[in-house]
């Protein structure tokens, strides 16, 4: 499964982002997807998870209430709405989608199989 993550760009603290993650079957062969950040001189950290049966979303608690995950199904696209973007939240981000079990929580890299490229996120104050 290749993916494609794309809309980081820079933006002013408060103001907001949409990025997008496609991928050929992405939406339809996942067992959950995923959305991580990578600050420099980090380490990864997750953002955000939806679990593709169940649906059911959860968010890292520094982007609880600021940031949405939803998916289109009929386009294949996984999105992240990202609103008052914060300069904490500038990172490199990326998707991520697991196609099978693995005993891993969806908030460990370890969880996922495939991984985009990563989208550049800078937000100043």
């Known amino acids: 499964v290749q993916l494609q993550a794309s809309g980081g760009g820079l933006v002013r603290a408060g103001e907001s982002l949409r990025l997008s993650c496609s991928g050929p079957?992405?939406?339809?062969?996942?067992?959950?997807i995923g959305w991580f950040r990578q600050a420099p001189g980090k380490e990864r950290e997750w953002v955000s998870y939806?679990?593709?049966?169940?649906?059911?979303?959860n968010y890292a608690d520094s982007v609880m209430g600021r940031f949405t995950i939803s998916v289109d199904n009929a386009k294949n696209m996984v999105y992240l709405q990202m609103n008052k973007l914060e300069p904490e939240d500038t990172a490199v981000y990326y998707c991520?989608?697991?196609?099978?079990?693995?005993?891993?929580?969806?908030?460990?890299?370890?969880?996922?199989?495939?991984w985009g490229q990563g989208t550049q996120v800078t937000v100043s104050s």
């Open positions: 079957s992405l939406t339809l062969e996942a067992w959950g």
């Open positions: 991520a989608v697991a196609v099978s079990f693995r005993a891993y929580r969806f908030d460990q890299p370890r969880r996922y199989d495939y």
């Open positions: 939806r679990g593709s049966r169940d649906g059911i979303r």
